[in-house]
């Protein structure tokens, strides 16, 4: 969806290294999120923000930070890269007041290699 | 932990043909949607069955709930080879922060 965008799509890195992975939203959502796919799984929720002031961890927040720096904006940071934070990365967003289901949109995905 | 589990994990079927995956979950919903992902893209929002809906329809898509189960599972009607993709069931909990909490995945290969 070219309404959520990432940045990089790519990346690889070496363990140890500070990452960073920003996503931008051109959709006015007040909710966003971060998640995580491994090869052949499902999601696993990171992070997600609720507004500029609401941060909130998921499942597997161990390892990763995050930043809300605008409604628009929310940035993914690895703050010492492992291999096994090698995966592919989605930010989505959502619209409760005008979506009641909370139907998510995402981004394209950001894939990371740490070696 | 996951969700929702999918099944099958993988299903390859002519072009023509219907599609029927299933989702298994875990504790009472408020919604379920499903969601196709072509191979490393993002996902795509398909259908949104509400705790109260039994059946909904869109298009080629039928999606059935059974809240007594647990279950729920997407039809595609006359499949093509453009709906090869992953399939995923994502589950909004009651009472939750709306989290949406996703299973684990259909492989769908529709061959020509």
């Known amino acids: 969806d070219a309404d959520v965008t990432q940045t990089p799509r790519n990346r690889i890195t070496k363990t140890g290294k500070r990452i960073m992975l920003e996503c931008s939203q051109t959709k006015g959502h007040d909710r966003m999120y971060w998640y995580r796919q491994d090869p052949g799984l499902g999601l696993q929720l990171i992070y997600y923000s609720f507004d500029v002031k609401d941060i909130n961890k998921g499942e597997i927040s161990d390892g990763y930070s995050v930043s809300r720096q605008a409604q628009a904006k929310f940035s993914l940071s690895l703050e010492s890269a492992i291999p096994n934070q090698t995966a592919l990365y989605f930010c989505a967003t959502s619209d409760p007041s005008g979506r009641p289901g909370n139907e998510q949109f995402f981004g394209p995905g950001t894939r990371l290699t740490v070696l | 932990s996951q969700q929702g589990e999918e099944d099958p994990q993988a299903l390859s079927i002519q072009e023509g043909e219907n599609a029927t995956m299933n989702c298994s979950y875990k504790t009472s919903i408020n919604n379920l949607q499903w969601y196709r992902q072509n191979s490393g893209r993002g996902l795509v929002h398909l259908i949104l069955i509400r705790s109260n809906e039994r059946e909904k329809h869109s298009g080629r898509l039928r999606v059935t709930l059974d809240t007594s189960k647990k279950s729920s599972s997407l039809l595609i009607t006359a499949s093509r080879a453009a709906d090869t993709a992953s399939y995923f069931c994502?589950?909004?909990?009651?009472?939750?922060?709306?989290?949406?909490?996703f299973g684990s995945g259909t492989q769908l290969t529709v061959l020509p």
């Open positions: 994502a589950t909004i909990s009651s009472g939750s922060a709306r989290q949406l909490t």
